[in-house]
């Protein structure tokens, strides 16, 4: 199971205060505090920054653990949390905002699944609602075409080895945690998707209102990832 053991270290690993605080202000560019659904919040790092600034937040990750972390942040007990897959949501109403933010996008690895998804996000928000995600760039493969490896400790001891490689469509990411008595691995696979192919599902039920390279370079260009805010299409 990925981000179970990940979700312990996953703030002391990847935690960025500023970049959390770029996310928030790339939404509060497009929409005002309003009822969200955030989709594989993580550790709900971005998730308790909009609650605290007035948005009303439901969350959900597939992770338990990473659904702990979350609620352990938000001391107010204001958002509604739940563990389960961002591909059903049945049995949620419907938003004025959907949020899929920081790469979980890319943890959906088929075109088929791609076009559910949307769909699904589409049924949940209500007419004029809006859906933010990001995803890798395409020149992420390029990037990781060479290993990237990373060493380190974490405060209780626990050392760790990371290594991101890419190939065709896909990013692997290998942990390795060293425990005092075992080794725990976790193996991720992330496919990333061509912004044109892209559109072309999205269009299906989005107006496309927005797409930034990098937060703030306008369309695709080069960089790290593209964000796209979308308006749910009104049906005819
Ligand atoms: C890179 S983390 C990003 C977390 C968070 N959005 C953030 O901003 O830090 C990816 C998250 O996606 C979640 N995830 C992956 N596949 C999922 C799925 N099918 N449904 C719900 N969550 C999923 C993982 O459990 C993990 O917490």
Known sequence: MIYNTLAHYYDALVKDEEASREWVSWIESELAPCDCLELACGSGEITEMLALKGYTMTALDLSEEMVKQAKSKNLEGSI?????????LNNLGS???IFCLCDSFNYIL?????????????QHLKSNGLFFFDTHSLDRLEEFDSEYNETGAFEDGCQYQWSIMAEDDYVYQDFAFYMKDKVI??????RVYDPKW???ILSKY???LKVTTDFDI????PGEKYFYVCRKKVQE
């Open 185 to 190: 691995q976790e193996h991720h696979i992330q």
């Open 198 to 200: 892209l559109d072309e």
């Open 218 to 221: 306008e369309g695709i260009a």
């Open 206 to 208: 989005f107006d496309i």
């Open 110 to 122: 088929e075109k088929e699944e791609i076009d559910a998804f949307f769909h699904e996000v589409s």
């Open 80 to 88: 509604e949390f739940l563990c389960q897959d961002m591909r059903h």
């Open 95 to 97: 938003y004025s905002g």
